[in-house]
C-alpha cells in the first residue's frame, strides 16, 4: 500500500525541501539549511521503527530519505525536550537554537507526512514530540483524587 502524503508532498525536490526549510528557518545560505536538514533527520531516523519509518522515509525526498534511513534506531527512548538536547549536544549547538532547527525541519515532514501518517509517528514517540512536528501536545487529564474524610468524621 502506498502511504498518502500530504499535500506538500506530491512532486517535492529535495531542492525545493531545502529552500523551503532555508525561508521557513531564516537561515542565511542553503548550505546552512542543509545541514539543519541532515542533522534534524538523522536525529529523528534514531527515534523512529517499524513502519512509521518506511512510510516515512517515502514520503522524503531521496537524499532526504536516505539521511534518515541511513541511522540505526536506537532502544533508548527520548522524550520531545530530552530529543533536542540530545541533538544539540551533538551539533554543538544551543538548546534554543536547535529547538528552532528542530522545529522548522518537522513541520515541513508533518506536512509532507500527511495527518495519518504523522499522528502514528507521534504515537510511536514517547511525551513531547507533537509540539516538535509543529501539532498540539495532547495528554489524557489526571483524574482528581477523591476527598478524604477529616480523620474526626472517620472515627464517628
Do not use: N
Request: glycine fraction near 8%; hydrophobic fraction near 45%; charge should be negative.
Amino acid at each position: 500500500m502506498k502511504p498518502q502524503a500530504g499535500a506538500d508532498a506530491e512532486g517535492m525536490t529535495y531542492d525545493q525541501l531545502v529552500e523551503r526549510v532555508r525561508y521557513d528557518g531564516a537561515y542565511p545560505t542553503r548550505e546552512r539549511a542543509e545541514a539543519v536538514i541532515h542533522a534534524v533527520l538523522a536525529a529523528l531516523g534514531r527515534r523512529l521503527s517499524g513502519d512509521e519509518r518506511v512510510e516515512l522515509a517515502a514520503v522524503l525526498p531521496t537524499e532526504a530519505a536516505r539521511t534518515f534511513t541511513a541511522q540505526i534506531p536506537e532502544t533508548e527512548q527520548l522524550t520531545g525536550w530530552e530529543f533536542v538536547k540530545d541533538l544539540a549536544s551533538r551539533t554543538g549547538g544551543t538548546a534554543a537554537t536547535t529547538r528552532w532547527d528542530t522545529g522548522t525541519v518537522l513541520a515541513l515532514v508533518a506536512r509532507l507526512a500527511g495527518e495519518d501518517l504523522l499522528a502514528r509517528v507521534i504515537d510511536q514517540l514517547p511525551a513531547g514530540y507533537a509540539l516538535l512536528f509543529g501539532r498540539a501536545e495532547l495528554t489524557q487529564p489526571t483524574m482528581p483524587r477523591p476527598a478524604r474524610a477529616p480523620q474526626a468524621a472517620r472515627a464517628a
